[in-house]
């Protein structure tokens, strides 16, 4: 059992203001494996304080980008030393399995820290424009005090798509992870530590939903990062637009994965490892829609059948594993309702759909793959955030790449073909901000974000850290020089 009674505030570790404690209960055992105070809005005040004292006097936003990005860095090299330990952390808080813990969650993690790091060195934080009037100083300078609100399922992953962009923009930033999730932020406060990060430039509150409401709203924050559900995003999208804070949001995804005709289904079946069934489900990229050609239908389904049956269930920190447990027991029930809907509503239950026999504790459900299911039933429609995936029928690719855009959401997608470059037309033509040809890819160079009710602005790439920035132009008198600043 692991007990931690601090908050972690401008550099120091400090009792919470409440006695509310949160309990980690491991979605393994269902047996509570740590306590942690549950932050307060008095820890919250503390939070933003120390974060604004670091922004506003502190040495954080005047050091220069490479100096800022030397603390990437060194917290990337801290973590990579450590990442059996912290994969081992996120797989025991919340069930990933422990191979996708070493690389998903933690590897993936320093090489985004990595890449803001490396953006230091070409990223024009100030340029001169010879402008219509003449020449402007065009500077990028950081927006403030940030927060960053992140979900459980990849909670260190979210994290850093925030910190390394804000950090190197040169804003202070108040983390509230989720209450699923407090242990692997613990690390991230100690490793913090380690490195000599200036005080008060990460502040770490663990707390629930009306203790982060309360964060967006604090008047003390300037930006607010956000992962998590669209719900939630709408609700802090809104407190938001009250004050015109600038806000960046990663909400959910029903992604669809087009299989077109000439698919070489040794190619795209396997890829259902990685899209829909990643992180067991628990993916906001999930690709959990796969639009089969009706002229390939029961070969294919008989392809993804013995896929899914293949599919390892068990203890997440067996390296074995590729299927764990659920984060919560509610997640459970609300995977198996949308099972029991998808059959209520014609879809048929090919593999799985039940609870696995091999588990007599944990909340597991088994790797699921539901065909015939309708293009606007539920489950083609709403998140399920679990180990399902549906197979969806189409006539033809224009009928596919109709499918794939009939959804709220819009976050990422991949089609499979013979011919990349019919691969690429269909890309151009799906409504969503990333896309794969024959893979299933992430690009941390690349900006990620979501079209319709997916998200709000960009993480990743140059365009993650444009929002930390606030653009500022200096109109300057004719034939002005300003030394070390390039002319574009
Ligand atoms: P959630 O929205 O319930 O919670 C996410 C975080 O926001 C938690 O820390 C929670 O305490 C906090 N929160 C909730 N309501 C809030 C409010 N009104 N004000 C301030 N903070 C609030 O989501 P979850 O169940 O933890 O995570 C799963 C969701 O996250 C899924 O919908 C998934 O698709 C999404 N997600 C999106 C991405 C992405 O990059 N697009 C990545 C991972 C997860």
């Known amino acids: 059992m692991e007990t931690r009674e601090h908050i972690y505030v401008g550099g120091n570790f400090v009792p919470s203001t409440g006695n509310g404690v949160i309990e980690v209960i491991s979605p393994h055992t269902e047996e509570v494996i740590a306590r942690v105070p549950d932050g307060t809005t008095g820890d919250i005040d503390a939070a933003v304080a120390a974060a604004r004292e670091a922004f506003d006097d502190g040495p954080w936003p005047q050091l220069t980008p490479a100096e800022r990005a030397s603390y990437l860095s060194a917290l990337s090299a801290e973590i990579l030393a450590n990442m059996d330990h912290w994969a081992g952390v996120i797989s025991t808080e919340m069930g990933s399995p422990f191979g996708f813990s070493q690389m998903g969650q933690i590897y993936a993690s320093t090489m985004v820290l990595d890449y803001y790091a490396g953006l230091a060195a070409s990223y024009n934080f100030e340029e001169v424009r010879n402008g219509v009037m003449g020449p402007a100083l065009v500077r990028r300078e950081p ?52 490195i000599g990060l200036p005080k008060g430039v990460l502040n770490i509150v663990v707390a629930g939903r009306e203790t982060g409401a309360y964060l967006v709203e604090h008047p003390g924050i300037d930006k607010v990062g956000f992962t998590g559900s669209t719900a939630a995003g709408k609700m802090i999208a809104a407190a938001a637009g009250k004050h015109l804070k600038r806000v960046t949001l990663e909400l959910g995804g029903k992604s669809a994965s087009i299989f077109l005709p000439d698919a070489d289904l040794s190619v795209a079946v396997p890829q259902a490892r990685g899209s829909g069934f990643l992180n ?3 993916a906001c990229v999930a690709q959990t829609r796969i639009l089969v050609s009706r002229d390939r239908y029961s070969e294919t ?102 499918i794939a855009n009939n959804s709220d959401f819009g976050l990422s997608g991949s089609v499979f073909t013979a011919d990349v470059a019919t691969g690429i037309d269909v890309a151009r033509k799906v409504r969503t901000g990333t896309y794969t040809v024959n893979a299933f890819a992430l690009e941390f160079a690349a900006p990620f974000g979501g079209f319709k009710q997916s998200g709000l602005g960009r993480e990743m790439g140059p365009e993650g850290l444009a929002a930390y920035l606030e653009s500022k132009s200096i109109s300057l008198p004719a034939g002005t020089v300003v030394p070390g600043v390039p002319i574009v």
Not at 163 to 183: D, I, Q
Not at 372 to 389: L, R
């Open 143 to 194: 927006v403030g005090v940030a927060a960053a609100i992140v979900p459980w399922n990849v909670p260190l992953f979210t994290t850093v798509l925030k910190l390394g962009p804000a950090f190197l923009a040169g804003c202070t930033v108040v983390l509230k992870p989720s209450p699923e999730t407090p242990l692997d932020a613990y690390l991230l406060a100690e490793a913090c530590e380690k």
């Open 280 to 282: 067991h489900g628990q």
């Open 301 to 402: 389904v008989d392809a993804l059948a013995e896929f899914t049956s293949s599919q390892i269930v068990g203890d997440p920190m067996d390296p074995a594993t590729q299927i764990g447990p659920l984060v919560a027991s509610r997640q459970r029930d609300r995977v198996e309702n949308y099972i029991a809907v998808a059959q209520k509503e014609g879809g048929k239950i090919a593999v799985g759909g039940g609870r696995p026999a091999s588990q007599s504790k944990g909340w597991y459900v088994e790797p699921t793959l539901v065909i015939d299911v309708d293009e606007n039933s539920t489950i083609a429609q709403e998140e399920v955030f679990g180990p399902v995936v549906s197979v969806i029928a189409y006539d033809t690719p224009e009928d596919a790449v109709r």
